[in-house]
């Protein structure tokens, strides 16, 4: 079956970057997309995608709202039904009793949902059962997926950059040698660390060369890691930008000369991967979905989670070497449009879409 007229149906948070980025994707490539939500968005979709707010917001209208879903589809007809997602709207596709399915783990639906009791396990199994295909971001993800459940056809779909709206773009003057992160302010993205880190780094240097560290990102640990800033000295070289329009995060990863993330969990690493396509180096945790798209020594380093010692080494070699950093960005850079561009990411979407229609 060709895709050009493709009717898919995706069943996925209308108001996550994420989803919004398939949906316009999709349609960009004529392909007929309907959304199907139970979160509400303020956000217009380009043409070519119709959204559908189900009448029972999430999280009850992953049930309550059954009955109207099946009613779209009916009208719809459409070739593939996709959910992403695999608790909430993993649940609401195995009800609709519709085919084919697809269903896309997203993270913490398989790697954290099912380990809360045996009844969580067995819905998450339940849901990924009847799926015609699992889809997954990461090599990574698909493996714990398939520790949840072991599914006959997992595809590997990555979730890429559009490497010409992440690209190396000079926003900053200065000798300030400036490291940073653009990232939610959680436990588990290990911005602890990150500070810890540089900390060290700072100590190390003794005033010889002029570092600063930038964060970008809100969350529910803002004020914890705003103290730990104050008590390890370092506040008038630390600055907290709080969140950002996703527009305007190329921007805020090119006032960076080295990207970290030192996750202690993390599916897969889109961040990185936008900083890599602005050609900077990174300092990466050894977490799954981190270690996955960086080449360590190549495109950046790999350090063990909750290391800060380990961390500020590899920032120190980076901070001492202009030439290291302006190396490995570019081959960070290449990396990226060999292995995870935007267009590829379709591609791929695409192709599976077809091997469920045939």
Request: hydrophobic content about 45%; some cysteine.
């Amino acid at each position: 079956m060709g895709c050009f007229r493709m009717r898919i149906a995706l069943l996925a948070n209308a108001d996550s970057v994420h989803t919004i980025k398939w949906a316009n994707g999709l349609a960009s490539r004529g392909l007929e997309i309907h959304l199907i939500s139970a979160h509400r968005t303020n956000y217009l979709f380009n043409e070519g995608v119709t959204l559908y707010s189900l009448p029972v917001d999430a999280p009850f209208g992953y049930v309550a709202s059954l009955f109207s879903l099946r009613k779209l589809l009916a009208e719809i007809q459409p070739n593939v039904l996709h959910a992403h997602y695999a608790t909430g709207y993993g649940l609401l596709l195995r009800l609709s009793g519709y085919k084919p399915l697809m269903l896309s783990v997203w993270g913490s639906d398989v790697y954290d949902f099912p380990n809360k009791s045996f009844v969580h396990k067995r819905l998450v199994q339940e849901n990924m059962k009847v799926a015609s295909v699992l889809g997954s971001t990461s090599h990574c993800m698909a493996r714990q997926a398939k520790r949840v459940y072991d599914h006959a056809r997992i595809r590997v779909t990555p979730f890429g950059v559009d490497e010409e709206t992440f690209r190396p773009v000079k926003v900053r003057e200065g000798d300030v040698i400036v490291i940073g992160t653009v990232k939610a302010l959680s436990h588990k993205y290990g911005i602890d660390t990150l500070i810890e880190a540089f900390a060290m780094v700072v100590k190390a240097l003794s005033g010889r060369e002029k570092v600063a560290l930038e964060v970008t990102g809100g969350g529910e640990e803002e004020a914890d890691l705003r103290d730990l800033v104050r008590s390890l000295g370092i506040e008038t070289l630390v600055t907290f930008y709080g969140p950002v329009p996703h527009a305007s995060v190329p921007d805020m990863i090119n006032r960076l000369d080295i990207y970290v993330a030192l996750s202690r969990l993390e599916s897969f690493g889109v961040a990185i991967i936008e900083a890599s396509a602005c050609a900077k180096p990174v300092v990466v945790s050894d977490a799954d979905g981190p270690a996955e798209v960086v080449i360590n020594g190549v495109t950046g380093f790999i350090v063990p989670r909750n290391d800060p010692a380990a961390a500020a080494k590899a920032l120190l070699k980076l901070v001492h070497s202009p030439e290291l950093r302006e190396h490995m960005g570019r081959l960070g850079r290449a990396h990226v449009i060999e292995n995870y561009t935007w267009n590829q990411s379709l591609d791929i979407m695409i192709s599976v879409y077809e091997e469920m229609c045939i």
